[in-house]
């Protein structure tokens, strides 16, 4: 068992669903409703998480668990170094720092 670690990393999770069977339009409804459990979109199959080790474990199973590995393809982006150094948005961004003020 490896040691947890309470930093948390910034995430970058982002899904390819097959949904030309109903099977698979339920996976992907199934994978962004667990995304949404750990982080929050920003595009349709993108999400952005902080977590601890421990919690990317956890979304990891999760989600594996839900794909099929045939068909789907899962990608997780370990993102390092501050958020407006390697983030560059154009046109809407509706992200939320939710370690800041949440209001103003």
């Known amino acids: 068992m490896r040691p947890i670690r309470p930093e948390r990393a910034d995430i970058l999770v982002c899904y390819d669903?097959?949904?030309?069977t109903l099977e698979g339009e339920a996976r992907l409804r199934k994978v962004a409703k667990a995304c949404e459990g750990f982080g929050q979109r920003v595009?349709?199959?993108?999400?952005?998480?902080?977590?601890?080790e421990m919690?990317?474990?956890?979304?990891?199973?999760?989600?594996?668990?839900?794909?099929?590995?045939d068909?789907?393809?899962?990608?997780?982006?370990?993102?390092?170094?501050?958020?407006?150094?390697?983030?560059?948005v154009h046109g809407r961004?509706?992200?939320?720092?939710?370690?800041g003020p949440l209001f103003a």
Not at 55 to 69: C, F, G, Q, T
């Open 17 to 20: 669903v097959n949904t030309a």
């Open 43 to 52: 595009q349709y199959s993108v999400f952005e998480c902080t977590l601890t």
């Open 55 to 69: 919690l990317l474990d956890r979304m990891r199973a999760k989600l594996l668990e839900i794909i099929d590995s």
């Open 71 to 88: 068909q789907d393809s899962l990608r997780i982006y370990y993102l390092y170094g501050p958020r407006d150094r390697r983030l560059e």
């Open 93 to 99: 961004d509706s992200y939320v720092d939710f370690s």
